[in-house]
């Protein structure tokens, strides 16, 4: 009779689980649109396919209480397509904030661009603000970016494993040690995967 007991408690443990998992909320990423940070038109320049994510960080020091990240996002874009650099938009596809908010960079079927030596055709550019050197990652914009990858592997078809950061690709310290060690052990891939198998994502 013990044994029954056992059985039947082990069993409905298992079905609480499962029940529990299977009820997990959707993922629903919100990206606020390039109007947000007052962007400029970009200039033509050639197209591709995202088959791969790359993470970057902005690589400037980042204060959110004495800066607006929208101002700054446009920074960014006026000095990238000013005479030091020429380049035809903001170089990455995706920005993110302290806070977690993410903001649309540059059309994601346009090739992104880079100061370094490798080609990122294909390649689809996420950075975070801040200088990770010397910041630390804050859990809302760690959390962001790894929902972040998770939408854009569904929406692209991409394979989490194919997430990597810029020094994976070029002589640079991008993104940064503090950013570069939840790359390192495996954090964020895992935790993508996690996301993939267990919550539905919205909006794809």
């Not at 059985?7 to 909320?25: D, H, M, N, P, Q």
């Not at 020091?61 to 929208?70: C, G, L, M, V």
């Amino acid at each position: 009779m013990r044994i029954s007991i056992r059985i039947f408690s082990a069993l409905f443990l298992l079905t609480l689980v499962a029940g529990c998992s299977g009820s997990k909320e959707p993922l629903n990423v919100r990206i606020e649109p390039r109007d947000k940070w007052e962007a400029a038109p970009p200039r033509p320049f050639k197209t591709h396919i995202p088959e791969k994510i790359t993470v970057h960080h902005e690589g400037t020091f980042f204060d959110p209480a004495k800066q607006s990240a929208a101002e700054h996002i446009k920074r960014v874009q006026t000095w990238g397509m000013g005479k030091d650099r020429n380049w035809i938009d903001i170089p990455y596809h995706y920005l993110i904030d302290f806070d977690g908010t993410i903001y649309e960079g540059r059309n994601v079927f346009t090739v992104g661009e880079t100061n370094t030596e490798y080609d990122p055709a294909g390649h689809l550019l996420i950075s975070c603000l801040g200088n990770f050197q010397e910041q630390e990652v804050g859990e809302k914009q760690l959390t962001a970016l790894i929902e972040l990858l998770a939408h854009s592997c569904k929406k692209f078809d991409i394979s989490p494993d194919s997430i990597r950061t810029h020094r994976d690709y070029a002589k640079t310290d991008c993104p940064g040690k503090n950013m570069y060690k939840y790359f390192s052990d495996g954090t964020v891939i895992e935790r993508v995967k996690e996301i993939l198998k267990s919550r539905p994502v919205q909006g794809i």
